[in-house]
């Protein structure tokens, strides 16, 4: 489904956010990234749905590039990756339908009953269809973050992709989210990534782990394999 090939990323002044990755994610898999702030998790995200750029390396998806390619089949891509992120990145003072139909519909706020009814049928998805007309700055942190992942389904998406999607939640909340992810997951089927720093959650819910470090893969396997000296190296 992904094949990532010596994908590297330098940010200004040197700093390197990923380096050397080599990775391939089979379709149907529910992944999660692991590993402490700035260890690479959030940049190899941002540059598998195109919101940066690699410095160098390769991105396939289904073998197909999706790098050195035009700026119209670059749209295409992205517009099927679903991205969930750590502070919701919505629009506050819009309506909760319209945020879910931002990654459709582009900022429109013109839309076709079909488009409406998708934008619905997600919010159902994530148990808050009757919030549709509310304000998003009106809603908690757990609706707001339910908001985000109806806006990433609306797309209809071959590949999820969650940027710490907990860690603004309190622990119940962060369960709550996390069931919802990984019920998607395996009722839809959609190739998931998930970056995370609680352990705990991670090998409860991904079928496979993989731990970075400055920038570097360190272990890739399942939770049965992740022993307490590599969780030690991933985590130090």
């Not at 149907?28 to 940066?52: H, P």
Request: proline share 2%; glycine share 8%; hydrophobic share 40%.
């Amino acid at each position: 489904m992904i094949e990532i090939k010596n994908l590297t990323h330098i940010y200004k002044g040197n700093i390197v956010g990923i380096k050397n990755i080599n990775l391939t994610i089979k379709e149907g898999e529910l992944v999660a990234l692991i590993g402490i702030s700035g260890s690479g998790k959030s940049t190899l995200l941002r540059c598998i749905n195109r919101l940066i750029e690699p410095t160098k390396g390769e991105i396939l998806i289904r073998g197909k590039p999706i790098l050195n390619c035009t700026r119209k089949e670059a749209e295409h891509t992205r517009k099927r990756i679903g991205m969930i992120f750590q502070d919701f990145n919505l629009l506050q003072r819009s309506l909760v339908i319209q945020n879910v139909l931002v990654g459709r519909l582009g900022y429109s706020w013109v839309y076709s009953q079909k488009d409406k009814d998708i934008a619905l049928e997600c919010l159902k998805q994530v148990g808050i269809e009757e919030l549709a007309y509310r304000r998003v700055e009106a809603l908690s942190g757990g609706q707001q973050q339910r908001v985000g992942i109806a806006r990433a389904l609306a797309q209809g998406p071959t590949i999820i992709l969650a940027d710490e999607p907990v860690s603004n939640l309190d622990p119940t909340r962060k369960k709550e989210i996390v069931d919802l992810i990984s019920e998607i997951h395996k009722r839809e089927g959609i190739t998931t990534i998930i970056s995370i720093h609680d352990i705990d959650i991670a090998k409860k819910y991904a079928s496979r782990l993989v731990g970075l470090a400055k920038g570097q893969i360190i272990f890739d396997g399942t939770s049965q394999e992740l022993s307490d000296e590599k969780i030690s190296n991933i985590f130090a």
